[in-house]
Every structure is written in structure tokens, then in C-alpha cells.
């Protein structure tokens, strides 16, 4: 029987209705969440996230605003514009879209950016209460998107193994937390698997829940996964296409044919994973703001 798809578009829309509840009584009460996104250079898929998260909070009703700066920006620059947002009373939430220019310390700016206004869980403060299980840390929005598509699809988590593949501090090593975590949406046993892991796929084949975020194009292939897992894939890769007219197509981190035929569940690329990191995004930005009123 063909795997069933796990439709993130669908998960997301309707955690972004719950969501809207919260953002009507906060702006009833005078509070509009605030996000500031800042994009450094040129990347073409940064300033399309980036673009994508600025279209949905205008969806959401949430005050945004986009930052540009040019590929050239100093780290001084850059740190000066993080005190400005760390202090700006309309920004709840600052997110500095990643991968920075080399000249730019990734941890430098990371460790300014205020811990309350970490929206990205990436502030060493969110990183360690995040570990520890607390409830109130931010949780970084891709693994709790996949979290969260995991309980809202009744997947059994509990006491199941879930294989991780990819060491990301964005999505492999949260992820291995969030699983771990003693409650609902925890509980599992987590092995991650990288890049020198012996034999991976000896390794993958345990999973009942196969998350995979390497970014390598359908580097998951049907031999790898256990029949009936649930199989999450994080990867969005272009691959070039000629037969297209913007000369490429997307696929994940897994060979979507082969694993339809053997998974148990699987998330479509695009349409699983990637709709949720934003919808997770909107969660922690009014998680930020509804702190921000009650410290
Ligand atoms: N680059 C890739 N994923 C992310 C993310 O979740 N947040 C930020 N800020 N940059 C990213």
C-alpha cells in the first residue's frame, strides 16, 4: 500500500487559524506581534524564505518588517542593527536569516540577538532551555514544525525510535531534543545519524520515524527506510531541469518514488516540512509577543 502523505499545507493552515485566536485578543489589547527579518546579500533562497515569511505574517495580521543589507555589511554593522531591534518596542521577534556572509560571525550575531526575542531558538540561552525541556524557551521552527506534524497526524511518538539524519544546529540537534523531551510530543528514542556514521543505512532501517535533513537531493533511498515508517523530509534542493522554465525543480533529502512504495507516511517536498517552519515562525513570534506582555 503506498505510503499517506502527510500534508503540511493543510497542518499548517489550520494551526494558523488556532493561531489567529491569540493574535485578535492580543491586538484587542493594543499588542500587534512585531517581526524584523534581516537578509545579508543576495542569496537567491534566503530572499525567498524571507519573502515567504513577510507575505505570511501580512497573512496573519502580524507587523513585520524586512531588512535588506548588502552582501558587504560589516559584523559591526550587522551587531549595531540587532541593538536597534533589541531595543525597538514594535519588534517581538528578530530573525537574521542564515547562512551570513564569511566576513560575519554566525555566533556573534546569533549571541546578540536578545534571548526574548529569539524567535529562532538559536540564542545559546534558547539552545540550553530548549535541551532541558523548557516549555517556555523558543523552539526552533523547523523541528517543532516537524513535531508538530507529527502529533497532528496521530503519529505515536512515545516510546518509538526515531532515526535523525543531519547534525544541523538548525534542525538535526533540536530535533534529537524535542523527541527526547519527557511529555506529549516526546518520549522517543533518538539516534542521530552524519556524515561519519558507519553503515547509515544499517542505521536508518531501525527507524520507525526517519527524519532526514542532510541536504544532499534524494540521499534517503527506498533500501533505507523500514516498511510502514513515517518518513519526514526536510530537504528542499534545486536540481536543474531544462524541461522547466525556471530551469530546475525541488525534491527533498529522500527519493520521493521509492519511498511512497516501502514508508508507512511520508511528506511531500514542496508541501510537507517547509510550510510548517513558517507557520512555527508566526507560533514563536506571538509566543514572543504574549511574554513580552506578561514577563
Ligand atoms: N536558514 C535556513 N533555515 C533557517 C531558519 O530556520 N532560520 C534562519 N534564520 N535562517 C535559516
Redesign the pocket.
Known sequence: MPAKLIDGTAIGDKLRAELQVEIRALRARGVTPGLAAVLVGDNAA?AT?VRMKGKACDEAGLYHETIRLAKETTEAELLALVERLNADHKIHGI?????LPTQISTQRILHRVAPEKDV?G?HPENVGRVSIGDPAAFR???PFGVQQLLLRSDVDISGKHAVIVGRST?VGRPMAALLLQDGPGGNATVTICHSRTRDIKSVTRLADILIVAIGKPEFVTGDMIKPGAVVIDVGVNRVEDPSLKKGYRLVGDVNFEEAKKVAGALTPVPGGVGPM?ITMLLYNTVQAARQWTQP
Open positions: 534566503s524564505y530573525l537574521v536569516q542564515l547562512p529562532d538559536f526552533p521552527a523547523t538548525i517552519t
